[in-house]
């Protein structure tokens, strides 16, 4: 309300607010590198970073959040939390969790990468990578004008 009444006060749109600070190619100078790992190795490295969350203490943040808040969690929690309360009340074995946790991620990975797909202008990099000869050429990057 208290927006709506200071951009009645100044007698511009939200439109032309928007227009006026919105994202233009022209008006950043960026250089956007992306990682595209193979598929395989890029679904190791999120198996092996759930497991590593589950066995860093996932379930003791669950514990205090049910504590705190009750059963069921609130909506909108980061990936794994509802599994990790329903490990901790007894009503999903771990392993189990671990895998849902892992599908879950995988697809957010998938969506990530689907948006920056649509990116103009983004370099997709393989991986392993150069990380010397992409030092430099960031380096030479930020020389140019």
Not at 20 to 35: G, I, S, T, V
Not at 106 to 126: K, N, S
């Amino acid at each position: 309300m208290v927006r709506a009444l200071e951009i009645a006060a100044g007698g511009r749109l939200p439109s032309e607010l928007h227009a006026e600070h919105a994202f233009r190619p022209d008006r950043y100078r960026a250089l956007l590198l992306a990682l595209d790992p193979p598929r395989a190795a890029l679904h190791a490295r999120l198996d092996a970073r759930v497991a590593a969350i589950f066995r860093g203490g996932i379930l003791d943040e669950a514990r205090a959040l049910v504590a705190r808040f009750g059963s069921p969690l609130p909506e909108k929690l980061p990936i794994g939390y509802a599994e990790a309360a329903a490990v901790v009340g007894g009503t999903l074995p771990l392993a189990e969790a671990i895998r849902r946790v892992q599908v879950a991620h995988r697809r957010y990975a998938r969506r990530q990468i689907i948006w920056l797909r649509r990116e103009a202008g983004v370099e997709w990099l393989p991986v392993p990578t150069d990380a010397a000869a992409l030092a430099r050429r960031v380096t030479e990057w930020r020389r140019l004008p």
